[in-house]
């Protein structure tokens, strides 16, 4: 079975979500002159399979490989597939299709909506991550020395595929990392999914009906708000210290463990200023624990307030958290008290193994 979510906007699209939905490339592109179908070694065989898709559909597509991971999201690697698509003399009659994890979406993404001022674009995510998140919603980039996702465009994509069928190469410690995102979801917006991760906290029994349920929520909160200004917001639950975690780890901590334990210091905070209950906050820090996501973190707690601080989420100078005021309820709590802070960092620090 196919799950189709919409997502609204100016453009609107769909998520398809399923096995196999891949082959769905040579209903999306019919009648695109040319296709670069963008990839890292990783896929190569999943974008060979792309490429015959469209091929067979009469699309003259190319497969073009980009480095793996974040090593894809440079100002040089975005430069090198300028000159690959002038060589392959894509048009705006044209298409890309970027096929990978979100290191490749992003990078696709932002190659496309550059080129000739901005071509269409198709993502075929093969991370729960990508298939959740970085796929879905339109934005698109690039990191530069300064930081990540400092050069960008939003573009969004004319369709999303997530095949399911991919996920079976993913390696495991990246499915749990993207679970994080999911259960991120759960919290804000959709206890069905807190109950299916209750019965299966590894994801693998209900993944397709968890990443519908997660792009829901992702596509609910961008439809309405491409550009960032509100409702997408929330979607940033667990990510204010989540964030700060990934600097100061020089980025060698995964995204969604980074998130997980960020989700356990907003549950915390929030159960400070008595928007939680104490069985709500454990609720979080019990499932993520559950799903093999790490809970605690031991760290310089000066240092991470001083990264949040400077969050980009964080306006101005104030600190800004998205917590729940009761499960499924989220809200923005601005400049927390100090000892509220400090006590939900407790928790957190005490928590690290
Ligand atoms: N645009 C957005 O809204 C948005 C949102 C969230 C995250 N992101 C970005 O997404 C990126 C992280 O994405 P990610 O977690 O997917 O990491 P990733 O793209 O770096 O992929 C992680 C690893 O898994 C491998 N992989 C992916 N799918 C595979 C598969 N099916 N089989 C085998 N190997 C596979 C990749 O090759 C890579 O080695 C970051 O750059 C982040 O900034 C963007
Ligand atoms: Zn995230």
Redesign the pocket.
């Given at each position: 079975m196919t799950r189709r979510v919409p997502v609204a906007g100016e453009q609107p699209y769909e998520v398809a979500i399923g096995a196999g939905v891949q082959v769905e490339l040579a209903l999306v592109l019919a009648g695109t002159p040319k296709v670069a179908v963008v990839h890292?070694?990783?896929?190569a065989a999943?974008a060979g399979a792309a490429v015959e898709t469209l091929q067979t559909a009469g699309v003259a597509a190319e497969a073009v490989v980009v480095p793996?991971?974040?090593a894809?999201?440079t100002a040089e690697v975005a430069a090198g597939l300028w000159e690959e698509f002038g060589r392959l003399g894509l048009t705006r009659s044209d298409a890309v299709v970027g096929l990978?994890?979100?290191?490749?979406?992003?990078l696709a993404?932002f190659v496309a909506a550059t080129w000739t001022r901005g071509i269409r674009f198709v993502t075929v995510?093969?991370?729960?991550?990508?298939m959740v998140?970085?796929?879905?919603?339109?934005?698109?980039?690039i990191?530069t020395g300064a930081g990540?996702?400092l050069v960008g465009a939003f573009h969004p994509p004319a369709a999303v595929l997530a095949d399911t069928d991919?996920?079976?190469?993913?390696?495991e410690a990246?499915f749990r990392?993207?679970m994080a995102?999911v259960v991120k979801c759960g919290f804000l917006a959709d206890a069905e999914i807190l109950r299916l991760l209750d019965a299966d906290p590894t994801g693998r029994r209900d993944t397709e009906e968890l990443i519908e349920r997660a792009v829901r929520v992702k596509a609910d909160a961008v439809g309405e708000d491409l550009y960032d200004t509100g409702r997408r917001e929330f979607l940033n639950y667990g990510h204010t210290l989540g964030h700060a975690i990934e600097r100061l780890e020089d980025f060698g901590w995964?995204?969604?463990e980074a998130v997980a334990v960020g989700l356990v210091f907003a549950a915390e905070l929030a159960g400070q200023a008595g928007l939680l209950t104490r069985t709500e906050v454990d609720r979080h820090r019990d499932l993520v624990a559950a799903m093999g996501l790490p809970t605690g973190y031991a760290g310089d707690w000066a240092r991470l307030q001083q990264v949040m601080r400077v969050d980009k989420k964080a306006r101005g100078a104030s600190l800004r958290f998205v917590v729940l005021d009761g499960l499924g309820n989220p809200t923005i709590l601005t400049d927390p008290d100090q000892s509220w802070l400090d006590a939900a960092w407790a928790a957190v620090n005490e928590g690290a193994t």
């Open positions: 890292a070694p990783p896929l999943a793996d991971g974040e894809a999201k990978g994890g979100g290191a490749v979406t992003d993404g995510p093969t991370s729960v991550l990508g998140d970085a796929a879905v919603g339109g934005k698109t980039g990191n990540k996702n991919l996920l079976a190469g993913l390696p990246e990392s993207g995102e995964r995204h969604g």
